[in-house]
């Protein structure tokens, strides 16, 4: 698995500069191949974070643009985040009232990748084959959604292993995703278990030198 190509999206939410479109530029200048936006609504996790409209002005830093859902009921929200400029969007199995395959085919539509996200608390079991088969991504939470700078949960790359053994056992290639708590002592056990696209957030902004860590992560 370490052999495939990783990915890195750099979360804006784990900057503390308060010119997030200066933010997004920077992980573009460091070689971020995605812009991790998480928008939260105060209910499904108890901030709320980035609109539509945040997300429309961030295409002026030229990265492609991952939406994170941390919300309830995601499908009302999928063509705005579609038409605001996301390629990306990846909502909670756990947050779910229109239906999983029906918000993956409402992301479809939109023209955007659909991807499906798992709390830590959450099985990789629960995760329907009919899901594997038709998200374009899975994510898998290394920390509690709702907030950056938490702690790595140490299960993560078991659960990694967890789900690559399944998407072998139905021949799919599904992207797998880890977002949380990556550094570089993290993110190795990560793509070593799978992971080819690693979320990295405060240990991006908070990193004297991204465009390295960066390169270390993508040379994973």
Same mark, same amino acid.
């Given at each position: 698995m370490a052999s495939r190509k990783v990915l =890195?999206?750099?979360s804006l939410l784990a900057s503390s500069n308060p010119n997030f479109v200066a933010a997004a530029r920077i992980a573009?200048?460091?070689?971020?191949?995605?812009?991790?936006v998480d928008v939260m609504d105060g209910d499904f996790v108890p901030r709320v974070a980035y609109t539509a409209g945040a997300v429309r002005k961030l295409k002026a830093a030229r990265l492609p643009i991952e939406v994170?859902?941390?919300?309830?009921?995601?499908?009302?929200?999928?063509?705005r985040f579609a038409k605001a400029g996301a390629k990306r969007i990846c909502f909670h199995a756990e947050a779910q009232q229109a239906g999983l395959l029906k918000t993956i085919a409402a992301v479809r539509k939109a023209?955007?990748?659909?991807? =499906?996200?798992?709390?830590p608390a959450t099985p990789v079991a629960a995760l329907p084959d009919a899901v594997?088969?038709?998200?374009?991504?899975?994510?898998?939470?290394?920390?509690?959604?709702?907030?950056?700078?938490?702690?790595?949960?140490?299960?993560?790359?078991?659960r990694?292993?967890?789900l690559q053994a399944r998407l072998r056992k139905l021949k799919l290639n599904t992207q797998v995703e880890v977002d949380g708590g990556v550094t570089d002592l993290t993110a190795p056990a990560c793509v070593a278990a799978?992971?080819?696209v690693l979320g990295v957030?405060?240990?991006?902004?908070?990193s004297t030198t991204p465009r390295k860590l960066v390169k270390f992560l993508k040379a994973l």
């Open positions: =890195v999206s750099v573009k200048a460091a070689g971020a191949d995605l812009l991790h994170h859902l941390m919300v309830n009921n995601p499908a009302k929200l999928v063509s023209g955007c990748k659909a991807g =499906v996200a798992i709390n594997l088969r038709n998200a374009d991504f899975i994510m898998v939470m290394s920390v509690a959604p709702g907030w950056s700078g938490q702690p790595f949960n140490a299960a993560t790359p078991s990694l292993r967890q799978g992971a080819t957030g405060s240990a991006f902004y908070r």
